[in-house]
């Protein structure tokens, strides 16, 4: 049963990986063809701006989620650094229930945000609903819960060979 839930967050991990790259990636190739059409074509397209701050939303909450689990989060560690060796575990309990309640907060008012918005479309995007654009946060709270649980239940997962990939690519190169 272990070994299944790690393969699925191995997948799940590679599918926030992916996703995050292609967001950047594509965002990389909308930006400047909304600078190349308003000057060198003389006619300003409306509609790269909207799609590559989208596009950034999709990378931070999914690319968060994917940091999370590779344990390269922004983490203070200055106090619990300080702290005698048998409270750190407790406060890294701690540290997790509130990373779990943040996520729950993240996927249930990201839902409401969603719904309340669902009606209203983004100007430069007609098709678009506005409540569409903000479906990165509740999903990206969704994916980092899945791997707060996977961390308080089954350990830091940083070290498996999904997430160290560049690390064992390096070193088998080296070879």
């Given amino acids: 049963m272990k070994d299944t839930l790690l393969r699925f967050n191995d997948g799940l991990y590679m599918t926030c990986i992916w996703v995050a790259g292609l967001a950047v990636a594509t965002m990389s190739l909308i930006i400047p063809w909304g600078i190349f059409a308003r000057y060198v074509l003389g006619t300003g397209s409306s509609w790269p701006e909207p799609v590559a701050i989208l596009l950034m939303v999709v990378f931070t909450f999914v690319g968060a989620a994917a940091s999370y689990r590779a344990g390269a989060h922004m983490a203070v560690s200055m106090v619990t650094d300080r702290l005698p060796p048998h409270v750190k575990p407790l406060v ?21 945000l969603c719904l309340t ?24 709270g969704v994916l980092t819960l899945i791997f707060v649980l996977e961390k308080l239940l089954l350990g830091d997962q940083s070290h498996r060979r999904v997430v160290q990939f560049d690390l064992v690519e390096e070193n088998e190169g080296a070879a």
Avoid: E, H
């Avoid at 918005?117 to 990206?140: C, E």
């Fill in 117 to 140: 918005t669902w009606n209203q479309f983004v100007a430069a995007l007609p098709d678009l609903r506005v409540g569409m654009t903000y479906a990165p946060i509740p999903i990206g």
């Fill in 92 to 112: 890294s309990v701690l540290v997790q229930v509130l990373m779990a309640l943040i996520c729950l907060f993240m996927a249930v008012w990201g839902t409401k």
